[in-house]
């Protein structure tokens, strides 16, 4: 059988350049990790070669007998693993599942109330830019300026003025834990549905170190690959009564045949988040979490909400005279992969804002624990001190390359 290296060396060469990329450098970045080689195994698989446009029993397609049996497995792992009445497994991403919630419930031009992007929510929840802000009327929620915290009371007075059709919780750079309670009782008193997107905080859901949106949410979407530690894909999870509409809005209304290998890696990913290594894992990551903010509060910087309860922290720079952009490319540089990102009532553009984010689910993946964390801290705060001083980068950068080696990253060699 030919391989990669026979057919294309030049991809071969770009992948082990990636490969060597993600092995010697302290990614932070919040929504990516590590998968196992199974999992990567899995990915790459014969499933490439298969369509199977519908669901299991009911396929557009002959050949099933393996790939139903793979779905099924998948979906009873997710149900198993969270507790839900109804999963479906093939989006191909959040996005598209998020998507796929609004085509199940909405007709264009009606409303939608999500947390804005810049306060922590994501494209999808009702951004300007984005087909959810385009098609819908998309009205948002956010922050206290003054704690930086969720205002529920905020929340409930906007969800009962504009009355949305969906309330959608969740978030990609919050770094509390949100009262999906709370979320309810909103959601009950305007009239709405509950989405909970948990993209974020899924891993810590399934290792049962962060509460479940499961019992109040009518819907429940989330990535496979962030926290939860599995390929790029996504779920979508929900009430019985909701199934039909649900699945129909994935197959045929958004998508044509799902990704069979990456069904498989999912059900591999389900398999490994149920053990008590994944449970003691997703407790790590908290930890390391929380070494971090607590070294970098230390160090004099600004924490969103001043400090975290999940697996990201959020950082405004500006007392620290240097923009998150800036900030990110130094760091980069110096072998601490972050992303620059904006922070709540920021006074900067997107594109070059005034905070970073971190987040610990990769570098936990790789055997972090507390004391890394403190040191990993210590090297951001050497960095962003003084960006200038391109020896002392450099010398990090060399600094964390053998670091690492004493770290092996899963699924690499
Ligand atoms: N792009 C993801 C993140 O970084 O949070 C969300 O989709």
């Known amino acids: 059988m030919m391989d990669v290296r026979q057919v294309d060396s030049q991809i071969y060469d770009l992948l082990r350049q990636e490969e060597q990329r993600q092995a010697d450098k302290i990614r932070l970045i919040a929504s990516e990790n590590y998968t196992s080689a199974a999992v990567l195994e899995a990915t790459g698989s014969i499933l490439t070669n298969k369509y199977s446009e519908g669901y299991a029993g ?6 099933q007998q393996v790939i139903d049996q793979i779905e099924n497995l998948a979906i009873q792992r997710a149900k198993d693993l969270f507790g839900a009445e109804h999963v479906n497994v093939q989006s191909y991403s959040g996005s598209p599942a998020n998507l796929a919630v609004y ?8 409303t939608i109330l999500g947390m804005a992007l810049p306060h922590g929510g994501h ?3 009702g951004a300007s830019v984005s ?3 385009k098609y819908f009327h998309a009205e948002s929620y956010g922050l206290s300026e003054k704690t930086g915290l969720l205002d529920y009371e ?4 906007k969800a009962m003025e504009c009355r949305p059709k969906i309330i959608v919780a969740g978030h990609s750079a919050y770094p509390r834990i949100i009262d999906f309670a709370l979320y309810r009782d909103i959601a009950d008193e305007s009239g709405a549905l509950l989405l909970v997107d948990m993209a974020h905080f899924a891993g810590l859901v399934a290792g049962g170190v962060h509460p479940s949106p499961i019992p109040y949410a009518d819907v429940v979407t989330t990535t496979t690959h962030k926290s939860l530690r599995g390929p790029r894909g996504a779920i979508i999870m929900c009430k019985k009564e909701y199934a039909a509409a649900i699945d129909k809005a994935v197959f045929p209304g958004i998508q044509g045949g799902p990704h069979n290998n990456i069904t498989a890696a999912m059900a591999v990913a389900f398999k490994e988040a149920a053990t008590d290594e994944f449970k003691e894992y997703t407790q790590q990551v908290i930890n390391n979490a929380h070494a ?4 970098l509060v230390e160090k004099g910087f600004d924490l969103i909400t001043g400090g975290t309860e999940n697996h990201l922290l959020l950082i405004d720079l500006t007392d620290k005279g240097i923009t998150g952009k800036a900030a990110a490319q130094v760091l980069d540089a110096a072998g601490l992969v972050v992303n620059y990102n904006a922070v709540p009532f920021d006074k900067r553009k997107p594109w070059d804002p005034s905070g970073i ?3 610990t689910a990769a570098v936990t993946s790789r055997g972090f624990k507390e004391e ?3 040191q990993v801290g210590e090297w951001i705060d050497t960095v962003v001190t003084d960006p200038e001083n391109e020896q002392a980068v450099a010398a990090i950068a060399e600094d964390i390359k053998s670091f690492c080696k004493g770290f092996p990253a899963p699924g690499i060699n």
Request: charged residues 25%; without cysteine; hydrophobic residues 35%.
């Open 58 to 63: 009911k396929r557009y397609y002959e050949g």
């Open 103 to 110: 085509l199940a419930f909405l007709s264009p031009g009606d």
């Open 123 to 125: 494209l999808t929840h």
């Open 131 to 133: 087909i959810s802000g």
């Open 154 to 157: 905020a929340l409930r007075q």
């Open 292 to 295: 971090l903010a607590e070294t």
């Open 357 to 359: 984010r971190l987040g």
């Open 372 to 374: 890394e964390m403190r």
